[in-house]
Every structure is written in C-alpha cells, then in structure tokens.
C-alpha cells in the first residue's frame, strides 16, 4: 500500500529529528561552546517563572492578524517555542519535536493545548515563509506560527525572555505555561517529547485544581 503524503511528511520529520539529534546537535553544541551564536543553556534545568504578556497584535502564517493572549494562547495550556526559517541549526531540531508533540497530543491539541511557534526574525519571516516552512513539518491548523511587525514581535519575545537583537542569538528553549495564570516552566536547550509533556500534565493538573 502506497502512503500518503501526510504519513510521507510524518516519516520525514521523524528523520529530521533523528538525524540532527543523533548527528547534528552535537555540531550546534561544538557552536554554541564557541560561542557562535544560538545561546542554549543545554544544561539549565526547568525553571518555573512568571510570565506576564500584553495582547500584543501578530500575525499568523495565514496573514491573519491575532492577539497573542486572548486569540493565540487563550484559556489553554500553551507549549510556545522560538525559530526562524533560515536557522540550520537548532530550529529544525525544535521543529521536529513540536511536530511529533503534534502527533502525540492528537485530539488533545485545540481543545486543551495549543502548539505555537512565533518567529525571532520577523523581518524575514513574512506569513509565505512561515507557511512554508511549516508545511515542511505538517503542521495542522492547531499549531500556530506567528510574525508580525518587529516592534510587536519584539514585545512578545522579551516577555517571554526570549529576546535578543541577533536572531542567530536566540535561545533554544520551550515555554510551557498558562497564560491567564502567567505561571510558565522554561525548558533550555532541547527538550524530549516526553520532557515538555509532563510539564503540559503538570500545567493541566494546575488549572483543573484552580476550576474547583
């Protein structure tokens, strides 16, 4: 039987991850000691920290304008991270991993998580670029890429700490949190599957606590 061009996209971003994480990390790794650029602080452990966010105007990969707080992450656990669509190195790594966090969520992902990539080089990365650069992952509708203007962009990624000047200087890293709360856990470096879905229990757990 022939496969179909979603599972032909699955496997692929399988491979992606396989390949980089078994080959390729360790040459980002090698980078980043050097300190040519990609600040991960792969050996940081999870931090829990507060994270206070403006609904600030972006952009999806659709053109469509959406308010980071009250459209994008709304009244859900959020699994956020931070790329852009020329990065060679930790970007498709992470990529890869939301795209298998996507399959692992299934019907979870919508109704009680969103997936959401927001882009550190919004200049480059108009709505074209990024639904390109997410159909190369099979990203469905619940897994939301934004850009917008580079002030507002900005805005958004210092409030998640995220921010640097340089996008080849951002940190690897994934926030998962809720923002009505403003209670996040900050992964550095490349975190599992696995890893980032106990945090999303964890957070899970919290708000159904706090709704009795």
Known sequence: MMATARERSRAASTRIAAALLLGGVFGV???LAHGT???AKTDAPAANVRVQLDDIPLVDRYGVERRLK???LGDRVAVVNFVYTTCTTVCPVASA???QLQERLGARLGTQVRLVSITVDPQRDTPARLRAYAAKHDAGMHWTWLTGRKDAVDAALKGFGAYTPDPQDHPAMVMIGD???GRWTRLYGFPSVAEILVEVERRAAERA????
């Open 70 to 72: 009250s459209d994008v």
């Open 97 to 99: 991993t939301f795209a």
């Open 209 to 212: 606590a706090a709704a009795r």
């Open 29 to 31: 790794n090698a980078a």
């Open 37 to 39: 650029g990609h600040h």
């Open 179 to 181: 923002a009505q709360s």
